[in-house]
């Protein structure tokens, strides 16, 4: 854990921040009988990720992307408009809470997936 000395631009008061390699990424373990993967997701990749997917280009041609595909599976199904600065105010308040479990799933074949903040 890194210790890290600011100092408050307003009061010229320092306080302590204490940054850890844990509160900047999300947790992915998957565990199966096979295999055991560990994926760290920082929540800047995170950001980005929202950035890009949920652009106005990539929802534009997600539809006809798939459009074919949904024609020969005959399934009817629209993508939904979802507007990233929705999104990025709750990846904010996520890295409010370092810790908590996201996902805790255990399944009949021993396959366990666990995601924490």
Same mark, same amino acid.
Request: zero cysteines.
């Given at each position: *854990?890194? &210790?890290l000395w600011? !100092?408050?631009r307003?009061? =010229?008061?320092?306080f302590?921040?204490? !940054?850890?390699?844990?509160? %900047? *990424?999300?947790?992915v ?5 096979? =295999?055991? /993967?560990?994926?760290?997701i920082?929540?800047? $990749? %995170?950001?980005?990720a ?5 652009s ?10 798939t ?7 005959? $399934? #009817? /199904?629209? /993508?939904?408009?979802?507007d990233k600065?929705? !999104? ?5 308040? $996520?890295?409010?809470h370092k810790? *908590?479990v996201?996902? #805790?799933?255990?399944?009949? #074949? ?5 995601? &924490?903040?």
């Amino acid at each position: *854990m890194v &210790k890290l000395w600011i !100092l408050n631009r307003q009061t =010229a008061i320092p306080f302590q921040s204490s !940054l850890s390699n844990g509160s %900047l *990424m999300i947790h992915v373990k998957v565990k199966t009988k096979e =295999a055991r /993967f560990n994926i760290p997701i920082p929540y800047a $990749l %995170l950001n980005v990720a929202i950035s890009v997917a949920f652009s106005k280009f990539i929802q534009k041609h997600a539809v006809k992307w798939t459009k074919e595909h949904f024609k020969r599976k005959e $399934l #009817d /199904f629209t /993508f939904p408009q979802i507007d990233k600065s929705v !999104l990025k105010p709750i990846v904010k308040e $996520l890295k409010k809470h370092k810790g *908590m479990v996201l996902v #805790d799933v255990k399944a009949t #074949d021993g396959t366990e997936v666990r995601v &924490k903040l």
